[in-house]
T-cell receptor
Framework: AQSVTQPDIHITVSEGASLELRCNYS??????LFWYVQSPGQGLQLLLK??????LVQGIKGFEAEFKRSQSSFNLRKPSVHWSDAAEYFC??????????????FGKGTHLIIQP | DTGVSQDPRHKITKRGQNVTFRCDPI?????LYWYRQTLGQGPEFLTY????????KSRLLSDRFSAERPKGSFSTLEIQRTEQGDSAMYLC???????????????FGPGTRLTVT
């Protein structure tokens, strides 16, 4: 069964500093990979996705992620964080079959705290 | 563009009562998903529909849970004889699936927070 591990429960970063959130997946083939952000009282918002092709993908709000097959990782990065980036971040995977994809499997999330 | 909406946003109920939640997907979306999210965890997949057909159910979906999407538009999730362990955020998502495309994106609603006392 596929699974997703986000090793860091909490991360604290100073405003303006760079950010990297880790995500490792366990699956025999290359799954479809996603990063979502969840702010208090808000629904999950998709930041970026990887299906195939270029292993460095760009997303919204200045985020990017790099797929590394050899490490089974899909880490999220941002060169300079803003106070508004404080939120919960989830990595997710999905198995694609010929009939389309079924439900997403999420990691437990990383809570991002921004220090002024 | 109206997104996915869920009603109610909050529900407090006593143990043993039945509750029903509603999800209205984005209008042209043919797939609808239900997830459950407990405190400190990521969302867990419960079930999904393509149009009115329920295509998959997770082992998490016990017999007390039932979901419907009678006309292929809105969906309801009912929990019978609620237990304290059912307290969670229930999320709905929708997507548009085309057989010719590998790509899809799930758009999430704001969720219904259930508290069972």
């Amino acid at each position: 069964a596929q699974s997703v591990t986000q090793p860091d429960i909490h991360i604290t970063v100073s405003e303006g500093a760079s950010l990297e959130l880790r995500c490792n997946y366990s699956y025999g083939a290359t799954p479809y990979l996603f990063w979502y952000v969840q702010s208090p009282g808000q629904g999950l918002q998709l930041l970026l996705k990887y299906f195939s092709g270029d292993t460095l993908v760009q997303g919204i709000k200045g985020f990017e992620a790099e797929f590394k097959r050899s490490q089974s990782s899909f880490n999220l990065r941002k060169p300079s964080v803003h106070w508004s980036d404080a939120a919960e971040y989830f990595c997710a995977v999905v198995l694609y079959s010929g009939g389309g994809a079924d439900g997403l499997t999420f990691g437990k999330g990383t809570h991002l705290i921004i220090q002024p | 563009d109206t997104g996915v909406s869920q009603d109610p946003r909050h529900k407090i109920t006593k143990r043993g009562q039945n509750v029903t939640f509603r999800c209205d997907p984005i209008s042209e979306h043919n797939r609808l998903y239900w997830y459950r999210q407990t405190l400190g965890q990521g969302p867990e997949f419960l079930t999904y529909f393509q149009n009115e057909a329920q295509l998959e159910k997770s082992r998490l979906l016990s017999d007390r849970f039932s979901a419907e999407r009678p006309k292929g538009s809105f969906s309801t999730l009912e929990i019978q004889r609620t237990e304290q362990g059912d307290s969670a955020m229930y999320l709905c998502a929708s997507s548009f699936f085309r057989p010719s495309s590998n790509f899809y994106e799930q758009y999430f609603g704001p969720g219904t927070r259930l508290t069972v006392t």
